[in-house]
């Protein structure tokens, strides 16, 4: 069975969320890309207590991706350290799951 997975970014801007967002569906990398617009983290950084409105991003896919997502999402985003997490996805309803196999297709031998 394919392992699915469910990937957590957090960008610094709308903008850069939709546009890796977009790139990654039409590259067949992901199946979808939700993504909630604003958020507010608080964290700390260089020792400050930041924070910055951000806009959250969850994407879905299969694990053979996720070294290649991962690889696009550092190429274009602003963050140095940007969260990049993934969740396995264990069980869900058949046809979706069936739906993101169709959606990600794997052509080439993973990274």
């Known amino acids: 069975m394919t392992e699915f997975i469910e990937i957590h ?6 903008d850069e969320a ?3 967002s977009r790139y990654l569906v ?4 992901v199946a979808c890309a939700q993504i909630t617009p604003w958020i ?3 964290y700390m950084w260089d020792n400050q207590l930041e924070t910055t409105q951000e806009s959250k991003i969850v994407l879905k896919s299969k694990k053979a991706h996720f070294e ?3 690889e696009v ?10 969260e990049i ?3 396995c996805i264990d069980e869900g309803n058949a046809s ?15 990274e």
């Open 73 to 82: 999402i550092l190429q274009n985003c602003k963050y140095q350290v940007p």
């Open 9 to 14: 970014w957090a960008s610094g801007s709308i």
């Open 85 to 87: 997490t993934y969740m």
């Open 96 to 110: 979706f799951l069936q739906w993101m196999e169709e959606s990600t297709p794997v052509h080439a031998k993973p």
């Open 40 to 42: 507010e983290s608080i």
């Open 68 to 70: 290649k997502i991962k």
């Open 18 to 20: 939709r546009r890796v």
């Open 26 to 29: 039409q590259e067949r990398l």
